[in-house]
């Protein structure tokens, strides 16, 4: 019995989301029950628009990638103990830095794609390095911060924008064609029309290098170690504020690669709030993938087939329900873990 | 006359802030977070809206704005004090939800994704013939702007004078010792929520009311402000009041300067670098309630 309990407490934690799932599915089911449709029609219908089909499928990647990206930020800094809410703003400035690059930079061919990747990792990176530096000097809440941060860089870029912007619109001009990244209908006809394109494959080469980083090397393990506990691992000799500087980097920089998706990969240009929220859903994919890269991966799976299902309900169930579940399963997901943790305690 | 314009321009900004920043103040200092004051708002945007069509009547407006407000903090306080999980997750997953039902709810009954219909706003009154001044007259007629200039001492003196303050108080710095002198930890925290829930809902309501109607996110980020400001003044309902002055003047200068050469975008940015630079301890030390965040657990002592 007693070997068996740390099974239980793990099978708990992976049951808190699905839980949380079903709950905002039920609660969810509710809104549909009272404007007179039906629950199951309804969510078959999604279901089957989200994953049915070559085109659905092609659409719900695209919608998927920068919840991957995004979903992975905000676990990678939640393992250093670490909330970063800033990854909305990473991600907008690594989509702007890779539009300016792929627009204006006068660089050869090879070198183009790289380099616009390397400004969307780096402008991300350093936008999450202001928290992580405020927080290790002066102990400054990172929460509090990276909010604050989001809004900085609205004006920011807009400021930037003043002389840039296309004239009587809100975005760059078009960047270079040898900095955009090919859709994947290239590779696979079946995707045909859908925008997924090869930042998909980018953001799982991501979540395989997160996974590797946090669970296969020592700067990983050090990581986890002030995240569990800061003052132990303090006392075993890891220095928090460089940990917590370097969380927030990489988060950042994961964050700004994510805004490849929009701007590299679909319009091949910068567009003011292209970003639509991409960042805050980011911490319910962490939260429901219990911040591992693979969880991770099936929640922004879920959250991007949500997303693109709502569309073909539209005339039967306003879409804006999609919304209202991304807040429920938040919610649900952060009670059944409350819960779950302490059923767990109890057992222990 | 122009001056006074400009105060009165800046005041009209300010009132949202000082409300929903006077209820983070009571919520944050009895241990519970509040960065649902921006969904809290808008709910109570939409309830101001939805009583108001309904009835034509303002203050049936203004109540049910209260009631979608109190409704939505409930929501935050349960999953926070009674399922004691994470505050700061709790309030974003309020946000999103509160960004959705009212969008969810103005396609519904108004048929239209951006905007209701217009309603009736809140009537002026003409206290001590206040509303008949010059330029600022119209803004000292206002009913929400009187209870907000009345609220700025009254918070302080609950927070600060009463006795539910100082219980309050306590169980935001150390919830363990108030528990241990017979104290119901959880009811005095959702208590807390609950009247944060109030003032925050009056911030919408007064939004709503001023626009006469409801626009889909059109608290615009305000709640978040409001936070900050009340981080910029110390948790202190009088200091985050000034600190929403302060935020809405800087906002009426930057609408004020927008077209000109002067980059607008900097004063945008002000009550956010601010708060950073409050946070970092240049402006003084803004230290939060010690206990502020860290659910309650009575197993755990």
């Known amino acids: 019995m007693s070997a068996s309990r740390p099974r239980l407490a793990a099978a708990l934690g992976w049951a808190a989301p699905l839980a949380a799932v079903l709950a905002a599915l039920a609660a969810g089911a509710v809104f549909i029950a009272a404007i007179g449709e039906s629950p199951l029609e309804i969510y078959a219908l999604m279901f089957r628009e989200a994953f049915g089909t070559g085109y659905g499928l092609g659409q719900t990647l695209f919608k998927t990638t920068p919840l991957l990206f995004t979903g992975l930020a905000v676990a990678l800094a939640f393992r250093a103990g670490l909330f970063n809410i800033g ?10 830095a890779a539009a300016l690059v792929g627009a204006y930079a006068p660089l050869p061919g090879v070198l183009l794609l790289p380099a616009t990747l390397l400004a969307a990792a780096v402008a991300g990176g350093a936008w999450g390095a202001i928290p992580g530096s405020l927080k290790a000097r002066f102990g400054a809440h990172e929460v509090i911060n990276t909010i604050m941060l989001n809004f900085i860089a609205i004006s920011l870029v807009s400021w930037i924008g003043r002389g840039l912007f296309e004239t009587a619109s809100v975005r760059t001009r078009d960047i270079a064609a040898g900095a955009w990244l090919p859709r994947l209908d290239t590779l696979l006809p079946e995707f045909r029309g859908a925008p997924a394109n090869f930042s998909l494959l980018l953001a799982l080469v991501l979540a395989v290098l997160v996974g590797v980083l946090l669970f296969r090397t020592r700067l990983g393990y050090e990581l986890r170690a002030v995240g569990m506990n800061a003052s132990a691992a303090e006392a ?26 929009f701007v590299l990969g679909y319009k091949h240009y910068f567009e003011l709030e292209f970003t639509g929220g991409a960042g805050f859903i980011g911490i319910a994919v962490a939260l429901l993938g219990r911040n591992h890269p693979f969880g991770v991966l099936l929640a922004a799976l879920f959250f991007g087939g949500l997303s693109h299902g709502a569309l073909v309900i539209n005339q039967r169930v306003p879409r804006e329900l999609v919304n209202v579940l991304q807040g429920l399963v938040i919610l649900f997901a952060i009670s059944a873990q409350a819960v779950a943790a302490r059923l767990a305690r109890r057992w222990a | ?90 309030g974003l997953g309020i946000n999103l939800l509160a960004a959705g039902l009212t969008r969810f709810v103005l396609v519904r009954v108004f048929h239209s994704s951006s905007n209701s219909p217009r309603v009736v706003g809140l009537p002026d009154w003409d206290l001590f013939g206040l509303s008949r001044l010059p330029a600022i007259g119209p803004l000292l007629g206002s009913p929400l702007v009187l209870l907000t200039a009345a609220c700025v001492p009254l918070v302080w003196w609950l927070l600060f004078r009463s006795v539910f303050g100082l219980r309050l108080r306590s169980i935001g710095e150390n919830p363990e010792a108030a528990a241990s002198l017979g104290l119901h930890v959880p009811r005095y925290r959702t208590q807390g929520v609950l009247i944060c829930g109030a003032l ?47 935020f809405g003047t800087a906002d009426a200068l930057q609408i004020r300067l927008q077209g000109s050469a002067f980059p607008s975008e900097l004063l945008q940015a002000l009550p956010y670098l601010v708060t950073m630079l409050a946070l970092a301890g240049f402006i003084g030390r803004a230290v939060a309630p010690k206990a502020v965040g860290v659910p309650f657990d009575p197993d755990q002592r």
């Not at chain 2, 709503?208 to 981080?231: K, P």
Request: hydrophobic content about 55%.
């Open chain 1, 236 to 261: 075993a000799g890891i220095s928090i504020g460089r940990s917590q500087v370097l969380a927030m980097s990489l988060s950042g920089a994961i964050a700004g690669l994510g805004g490849v998706n």
């Open chain 2, 200 to 246: 925050a809902s009056l911030a919408g309501a007064w939004l709503a009311s001023e626009q006469h109607s409801f626009n889909d996110g059109m608290t615009g980020g305000r709640g978040y402000i409001a936070l900050a400001a009340m981080i910029v003044g110390k948790w202190n309902p009088v200091g985050a009041a000034a600190a929403c002055l302060l």
């Open chain 1, 87 to 96: 990854v909305e703003s990473q991600m907008y400035l690594g989509g702007f």
């Open chain 2, 1 to 90: 006359m122009e001056v006074l314009l400009f105060v009165a321009a800046a005041l009209r900004i300010s009132v949202p802030y000082a409300l929903a920043a006077m209820g983070a103040a009571v919520s944050e200092r009895g241990g519970v977070i509040c960065i649902a004051l921006e969904g809290i708002m808008l709910n109570g945007a939409l309830g101001y809206v939805l009583g108001a069509h309904a009835t034509g009547n303002p203050w049936v407006g203004l109540s049910t704005a209260v009631l979608a407000g109190l409704a939505t903090a409930w929501l935050h306080a349960e999953v926070t004090v009674r399922f004691r999980a994470d505050q700061i997750t709790s």
